[in-house]
């Protein structure tokens, strides 16, 4: 079996998530993508909903779709979960399945500041989609890819749709243009916060759900 892997805050998914796991799915031809909203860290932030409401809006989003399943370890735990004890549970359960763990190259970049990366980089392969406004080339001076930059660029540019190359550590790194879809969890929360529509930019179940629930809205 080989599972998705999708973390995120999801604060709140929106359709360049969902559009992402449905076309790594069917590129890398994955019985499931498993999403995994992570849980609330003990020192609060104010524009990260709780943990809760951001778990169920995953499940708003993602019912429909049979090959989509949303896990309630992190969100569950109280304390900060990592990676690291998420994939390893996750392997756990899942005995004997191949994980992909999927993340945004602004995400990848970011490792380095995760907790104990270089146990994280062998847990799992690695899937490191495109996203409007950062660039693979960019990755070029990650410690975790050997990647020739030509190649890099080529991908940037579209002359290559996608790249697998070595981890450190032995896994695999499949990096994949994916259709840009220029939305963020950011721009969502400024435009809510703002009294402006949010309309087609994430399910309707999940735009219903905010708006009854009065989310991300400023408090003065
Ligand atoms: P925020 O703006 O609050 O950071 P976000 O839109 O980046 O929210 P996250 O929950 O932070 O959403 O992202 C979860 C994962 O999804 C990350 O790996 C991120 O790179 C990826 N991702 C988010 N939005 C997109 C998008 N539009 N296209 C491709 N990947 C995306
Ligand atoms: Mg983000």
Known sequence: MKLGIFGGTFNPIHYGHLRAAEEVQAKLNL?????????????KDRELA???????MVRLATFKNRSFTVSDIEYKKKNKSYSVNTLKELQRHYKGARLYFILGIDAFIDIPNWWQPDRLVM?????????????FAGLSSSPYIEADNNI???????????????????????MMRLTPIEISATLIRKLLY?????KYLL??????YIISNKM???KV
């Open 123 to 135: 847990l799992a392969d690695f899937v490191v989609i495109s996203r409007p406004s950062f660039k």
């Open 194 to 198: 703002q009294g402006k529509s949010i």
């Open 152 to 174: 890099l660029k080529r991908l940037d540019s579209g002359k290559i749709e996608s790249y697998k190359t070595a981890l450190a550590g032995g896994r695999n790194i499949i």
């Open 50 to 56: 709780d943990a809760r409401n951001r778990y169920k």
């Open 31 to 43: 019985d499931k993508i498993i999403f995994v909203p992570s849980g609330n860290p003990p020192m």
């Open 216 to 218: 991300y809205k400023l």
């Open 203 to 208: 399910p309707e179940e999940v735009e219903s």
